[in-house]
């Protein structure tokens, strides 16, 4: 059956195994993308039972990487990455060399010739851009200075590896150490200038041209009112940009969609394109985590350790270890160096390619592949401990001194493991500090009504520590950060986020720690009210009925 469908069985059986694991690796608290991993595996050729197919599975994971990179640029302005460069680009680049030198050392230690050494290096000095951007999406660091740097770090990588690709066939015979004299000088700079050409020629359509027609297309479809449309869209720019880029400029399908991404960044439709691609993007980066999975083969864990471990080294201590020393050389805090240090502890999508190309060149032996693919793999796994150990470590920093070094974009990296209880009493419990939440909490803070809020975006909890407000950086649905809002104590909860779902889950836990406590929520309608009703809201307030009320006062009519 599955033979005559590969695309249809591909994403289905990914996407349910994806599911099944996921939900396992959550329950037992681990990282979701654990799960993906396993799922993957268990459809990989490795292991007994369904294989999928592993050429449709890549090409569904690549469409996973240009919306990812899509919704990167979008908050991602050019000025950003100016800002970075500075650090960014000498930072990748020495990280690439440490990491390549410590690889070609391992290459000549298990008796590879020294063009096998540096495929091989090479491939261990690139990160993956989907591992990567979901650990910063996972803790919100993004749109700070340290994920700012990091993925400026990323799209650096990218252009070296575009490069890499282009250049290795050409230098494959002199890596070989053959035919060495019969290389001119020109038949090595030619393809370089060529691929540098083609990359700025695309970024300057971008910028020229890609910059007026792009937001012009999105405003014009905005303006029919039709959303299948706008979401249509969306989509068409970021994956035919990313297609376009690659096919025209030999760019890679990432670079091409976050230039695409960014050049809508900062206008009022980029908050809607973001929120339109994510569903896909997520199901499709779930996609890229099994794609991932299915190249592994257990077994070379058992057959070779020793190689497969020292691997890992490079991946996980030698090119964070390059990494945090050159951040920390460029004057910048403890804390930027080891976040960009763990987010670059991975290897993945491009060592694939180049380990491929490199075995396809007769430069690097199978067994290189293998070991890349091992390393990829378990760095991939180890990645999310890698941060857990991170956010311990950072933790009590951030406690002791919330507003150091990063200025405004400093914040805590996850809602922490053991979050004090405020010892307010009598307060107002407030959720979510956003259109609906600040007004409230500007309200409570004139009537001298002391308050507590929780709010998931910690930028916004940074703002209101500053101004002396007691609040916590978290999903109100998890029962450390709602417990620690003192409850039993408090004079009523408001639950001002617009999401009724999570809204009533939020309710139901507060109800469990206090039966008696006045609660108030926020709707869009009806079936919304009654739902927040069902799971204990005392008091429920439909936006819309506020507004139509409001329109209907201005003429006079109650
Ligand atoms: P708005 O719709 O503009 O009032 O924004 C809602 C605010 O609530 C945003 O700032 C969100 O970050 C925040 N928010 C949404 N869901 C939650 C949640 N489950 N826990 C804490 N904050 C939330």
Redesign the pocket.
């Known amino acids: 059956m599955h033979h005559a469908t590969p695309l249809i069985s591909t994403v289905v059986v990914g996407l349910v195994l994806a599911f099944a694991f996921g939900a396992i690796a959550q329950r037992i608290r681990v990282s979701p993308l654990v799960g993906y991993l396993v799922a993957g595996i268990l459809m990989g050729p490795f292991t007994p039972g369904y294989v999928a197919d592993q050429g449709v599975a890549n090409e569904l994971a690549e469409i996973g990487v240009i919306l990812l990179m899509f919704g990167v640029g979008l908050h991602f302005s050019l000025d950003d990455l100016l800002s970075v460069k500075a650090i960014a680009i000498p930072g990748a680049i020495v990280q690439i060399t440490v990491a390549t030198l410590l690889g070609m050392g391992l290459a000549g230690f298990l008796g590879w010739s020294i063009g096998a050494g540096v495929v091989f290096g090479l491939a261990l000095s690139v990160a993956s851009t989907v591992v990567l951007l979901r650990a910063l999406q996972e803790r919100r660091l993004i749109e700070t200075e340290r994920g700012r740097i990091a993925v400026g770090w990323l799209i650096v990588e990218d252009i070296a590896m575009v490069l890499t690709l282009v250049m290795l066939p050409v230098l494959a015979d002199l890596l070989k150490g053959e035919a060495a004299q019969s290389l001119s000088v020109q038949a090595l700079l030619l393809p370089l200038a060529i691929t540098l050409g083609k990359v700025a020629g695309f970024v300057i359509l971008m910028l020229v041209i890609g910059r007026r027609v792009i937001p012009w297309i999105l405003h014009y479809v905005a303006h029919t009112g039709s959303r299948e449309l706008f979401r249509l869209s969306v989509l068409a720019i970021a994956l035919g940009v990313a297609y376009g880029a690659a096919i025209l400029f030999d760019v890679s399908f990432a670079l091409g969609a976050f230039f695409a991404g960014m050049i809508l960044a900062g206008s009022e439709l980029s908050q809607r394109a973001a929120q339109e691609t994510l569903p896909l993007r997520d199901a499709f980066a779930v996609l890229f985590f099994v794609s991932v999975g299915m190249l592994f083969d257990p077994m070379i864990v058992v057959r070779e350790p020793g190689p497969v471990l020292a691997t890992l080294a490079i991946i996980v201590f030698g090119k964070s270890a390059a990494a945090f020393v050159i951040v920390r050389l460029f004057g910048h805090p403890n804390s930027t160096a080891l976040t960009i240090s763990a987010s670059l502890a991975q290897i993945g999508e491009f060592s694939f390619i180049l380990a491929g190309l490199g075995v396809s060149l007769a430069l690097l032996p199978e067994r290189g592949r293998d070991l890349v693919l091992a390393g990829a793999i378990l760095s991939i796994l180890l990645n999310p401990i890698v941060f857990a150990i991170l956010d311990r470590f950072l933790a009590p920093r951030d406690n002791a001194a919330p507003r150091e070094c990063e200025g405004k974009n400093r914040e805590s990296p996850k809602p922490r493991q053991d979050i004090p209880v405020t010892d307010l009493k009598n307060h107002v419990v407030l959720?979510?500090?956003?259109?609906?939440?600040r007004y409230v909490s500007d309200g409570l803070k004139r009537s001298g009504t002391p308050q507590y809020v929780?709010?998931?975006?910690s930028d916004?909890v940074a703002r209101l520590k500053a101004e002396g407000l007691q609040s916590v950086t978290?999903?109100?649905?998890d029962p450390e950060?709602i417990g620690s809002a003192n409850l039993p104590a408090a004079r009523c909860l408001l639950v001002?986020?617009?999401?009724a779902f999570?809204g009533g889950q939020?309710i139901e836990k507060a109800r469990r720690i206090n039966p008696s406590l006045p609660i108030v929520a926020r709707s869009h309608s009806e079936e919304e009210t009654d739902h927040l009703k069902k799971h204990g809201a005392t008091d429920v307030v439909m936006g819309e009925h506020e507004i139509a009320k409001a329109m209907l006062a201005g003429l006079g009519i109650r």
């Open positions: 959720v979510g500090y956003g259109r609906v939440g929780i709010e998931d975006n916004a978290g999903n109100a649905v950060v001002a986020i617009p999401d999570e939020v």
